[in-house]
């Protein structure tokens, strides 16, 4: 991958949150109790999560969220400014607590719960904020852990200014004509397809978006299509042990490779690469790789 002299400037628009891990000999069925072998607690957040991941990876990112008036606010507030994230468009609201998230992982598997909570409060007021910063940015990362009218205005607003604009279409959400018309790129999960586009014929979806709809699944894979042909990128699969977060490091490769300007096919590997490092580390932030990893 290409390295320019230039430092991306990315916004992150999105949610945080604290992530409550169980780990378990198997995953509860419906009506069944399991007992837990550990209980560990992570950053998290899908917002959060590529606002890290792109700081790491040495661009200058500016994260727009909403946390509680609480001490895990506090502390996910603290975090972000260790990784090197703006935290000047972060949020406090009294009107909710910080996000959280419950997770229950055995064997490389897990049952995830989001509880929204401040997440829900950021706004469009907000987005508006930080309106010089669009104008000077390069690229705006959004997911779709916030109010969907809060991701469509960040959307606009970035298109308003000319800006490349990512999507990590997670939880998934049905997308209309308008988002994917002005997206740069959008990152799906192969179990998703139907709720996201309305159908689940992936090759179609490819054909259709072509180099915009990158779908991945649980194994570290991606597939896109190029405008001539269907293209595979896969990891070693035996080396994905833990699977949180790693489409939000797939995602967080992804763009900073594009702002470096490298091909598509580029964009695509090294996203993959980083989603790799994730996968070997418990929680969604721990193990998201400094782009001096990727230097010799």
Known sequence: ????????????????????????????ASNETVLASSSESYFGGKGANQAVGTARLGASVYFIGCVGMDPLGQQIMRNLVNENVNVGFVYETDREATGTAYVTASGGDAVIVVV??????????????????????????VQLEVSL?????????????????????SPALK?????????????????????????????????????KVFVRDDTNSTIYFDGTEMKYYRNDKDKTVYKMGMGDAFTSG?????????????????????????????????GLPRLSDFIS
């Open 175 to 211: 997308l209309n004509e308008q988002i994917l018309d002005n997206v740069d790129f959008v990152v799906a999960k192969s179990t998703e397809l139907y709720t996201i586009f309305g159908e689940d014929q992936k090759e179609e979806i490819l054909k259709k978006y072509f180099n």
């Open 254 to 286: 992804f763009a900073v490779a594009l702002c470096h300007g490298n091909s598509v096919e580029a964009c695509v590997k090294f996203g993959n690469e980083v989603s790799a490092r994730v996968s070997v580390n418990k929680g969604s932030q721990t």
């Open 116 to 141: 929204p909570a401040a997440n829900k409060c950021l706004t469009t007021d907000h987005i508006e904020s930080a309106d010089r910063y669009f104008q000077t940015s390069d690229l705006v990362l």
């Open 149 to 169: 009218n809060v991701v469509e205005y960040a959307i606009k607003k970035a298109k308003k200014y000319g800006k490349k604009v990512g999507l990590y279409a």
């Open 1 to 28: 991958m290409n390295i320019s002299s230039e430092q991306p400037k990315i916004i992150v628009v999105g949610s945080s949150s604290i992530d409550l891990v169980l780990e378990t000999d198997k995953l509860p």
